[in-house]
Structures are given as structure tokens and as C-alpha cells.
């Protein structure tokens, strides 16, 4: 599998988590009650961007390390939703999943929002791997 399409499979898989599981602002992951918890603890109920990736791509092994193709995944999706953006946003230069979780947590970003970026970003990657 060449990276590419392993980060399109994380990028499936994290867009399936916010869709399906659940959305959520201002921490990578919260449980039940709606207190942060851990994005790969088995009582996660929803995710922000960075912790859904964080979580889909811990479920793929990697050569380097536990999250060596999350990074890949980080930067398209800085890509889709325009990255230069999201670092006016913040109000300074911003790297990796610190962009993705700057948008995320924006008080106007919805959940079809983040739905939306992950779109964006697979549509993009889908395009690469069939190159």
C-alpha cells in the first residue's frame, strides 16, 4: 500500500468518526458526559479533525512510528480547507494538526464543516492514487 493510499484510508476512516460517531470542539475527544477523554480510549463518543485522524490512523500499523502517516493525512487536509487561512485565523503561523484543531475549534466551524474539509481532502487524494 503506498502512502497515499493509506492516508486516504485514514482520511475515510476520520471522516466516518465525525459523521457517524460524533463531533466535537475544543479537545481531541470527549466521552459520554461530554468530559475530554483520550481520542484513542474506547470511551471517546466524538472527535474534533486532529483526533479523528489521530485515532483512524492509530488503527493502521507504520514502519516509524505509532503515528508516522498522520502527518501526510494533516497536511492535505490543511491543503482542502486553504491552510493560509486557517493561519490568519490564528493569528500567527501554524503547523500539522494545530491548523486542522485552530478551524475545528473556530466558534462559526459546524460539524458539516469538518465533514466537508475531509471531503474535500479525499476527493483530492482519491485523485492522486488513481494517477
Known sequence: ???????LKVFTEA?????EVGWCQG???VDA???????????AVAFCAGGALTRAASGFP?????FAHHWPCVNCLEEAVGVTGVELLAG???????????LNDKEWTTQEDAIEAFDRAIERLSAEVRK
Open 1 to 7: 500500500m503506498t502512502d497515499k493510499e493509506l492516508a
Open 15 to 19: 471522516r466516518r468518526l465525525i459523521k
Open 27 to 29: 479537545y481531541m475527544a
Open 33 to 43: 458526559t461530554g468530559m475530554p477523554t483520550g481520542e484513542l480510549t474506547e470511551n
Open 62 to 66: 507504520a514502519p516509524e512510528s505509532e
Open 92 to 102: 500567527r503561523p501554524a503547523r500539522g494538526a494545530e491548523c486542522i484543531s485552530v
